[in-house]
C-alpha cells in the first residue's frame, strides 16, 4: 500500500476502477451541480453588507472585499502544488479565508477611518494606520498560518482531508500576509 492516504493503488483504481464498481458521481452530488460559486458569492456578500452597516458606508467595506481574490488565488495556487482538489473542505477553508483576510483589512480601514475623523488626509491617514497596524495584522496572521501546520502536516485516518482543509487555508492566508507586507513595503518611503 502507498505510505500517502490516498497514494499508490488508491490513485490507480479511482483511475481504473474495475468492471463491477460504479465510480460515477453520488447522485446527490451530480443533483447540487456547483453550489461552490453562489456559496461562496453569499459569504462574500455577506462580509461586504455587515461591512456596509458597519460603516455606514458602501465604499469603504470595498476596499476590505476587493482582498478577496488573491486569497482565493493563492489558496487554489497552494492546492495545486500539493497536488490537491477543490474538494468540500477547500471551499470550507475559502469561506473561512473570506473573513481572515477581510479581518486584515477591517483594522487598517478602522484606524483610518479615526485618523480622517480627526482631520488627517484619507492618504495620509491610510499610510499612517498602514504603519501602525502592520505589526499586529502580521502577528495575529503568522500566529494562524502556524496554527494550521499540523493539518497541513496531518497524517492517519482522514488525513487528505485534513491536509486539504489546512493547505488551503495555510497558502491563502499565507499569500494574502505576504502581498500585504510587500505593498506596505512598496508603499512607505
Sequence with gaps: MGSRPGGGPYRRLARNPPANVN?????????????VLLIFAASVLSVFLVLAAQYESWTLPLS???????CLLAAVTGLLAR??????????????????????????????????????????AAVQSARTRLLP??????????????????SGAGAEMRQ?????????????????????RCSTP
Aim: contains cysteine; charged residues 10%.
Design 83 to 124: 497536488g490537491f482538489n477543490v474538494d468540500i473542505l477547500a471551499q470550507i477553508g475559502f469561506v473561512v479565508l473570506v473573513g481572515l483576510a477581510a479581518k486584515n483589512a477591517i483594522l487598517i480601514v478602522e484606524f483610518a477611518k479615526q485618523a480622517e475623523e480627526c482631520g488627517v488626509s484619507a492618504g495620509q
Design 164 to 184: 486539504s482543509l489546512g493547505t488551503a487555508v495555510f497558502a491563502g492566508m499565507l499569500g494574502v500576509t505576504v502581498s500585504g507586507w510587500f505593498s506596505h
Design 64 to 70: 476590505e472585499v476587493l482582498i478577496v481574490p488573491m
Design 137 to 154: 495584522i502580521l502577528m495575529t496572521s503568522f500566529a494562524f498560518i502556524l496554527g494550521v501546520i499540523p493539518l497541513v502536516l496531518a
Design 23 to 35: 465510480a460515477d458521481l453520488a447522485y446527490q452530488q451530480r443533483q447540487a451541480g456547483n453550489s
